[in-house]
Nanobody, 114 residues
Framework: QVQLVESGGGLVQAGGSLRLSCAASGGIFVNNEMGWYRQAPGKQRELVATKTNYADSVKGRFTVSRDNAKSTMYLQMNSLKPEDTAVYYC?????????????WGQGTQVTVSS
């Protein structure tokens, strides 16, 4: 089964840091089409960052990276604010069995307390 599996969410105080991981299973990353999104309660899902594009609200605080040897992409989040509280989703193209398809992770909750 081809999937993206997320981990690393949790509860953190304002000003703290978290690193989210998104591991590819059953497929491999073959391009730079990847990103992180988030959805807060009562709001629409929004783009947080890709490798080359960051939302204004997270610029200078969040960093996207990927380790191809580990088939894992990351979102390093520093100087977290209460308004960063949301469910975070990774998204990427994965190659498997001759097919290239887009996948979403299952989501991981990030809660930032003030």
């Amino acid at each position: 089964q081809v999937q993206l599996v997320e981990s690393g969410g949790g509860l953190v105080q304002a000003g703290g840091s978290l690193r989210l991981s998104c591991a590819a299973s059953g497929g491999i990353f073959v391009n730079n089409e990847m990103g992180w999104y988030r959805q807060a309660p009562g709001k629409q899902r929004e783009l947080v960052a890709t490798k080359t594009n960051y939302a204004d609200s997270v610029k200078g605080r969040f960093t996207v990276s990927r380790d191809n040897a580990k088939s894992t992409m990351y979102l390093q989040m520093n100087s977290l604010k209460p308004e960063d509280t949301a469910v975070y989703y990774c998204n990427a193209d994965l190659w498997s069995g001759g097919n290239l398809r887009n996948y979403w992770g299952q989501g991981t909750q990030v809660t930032v307390s003030s």
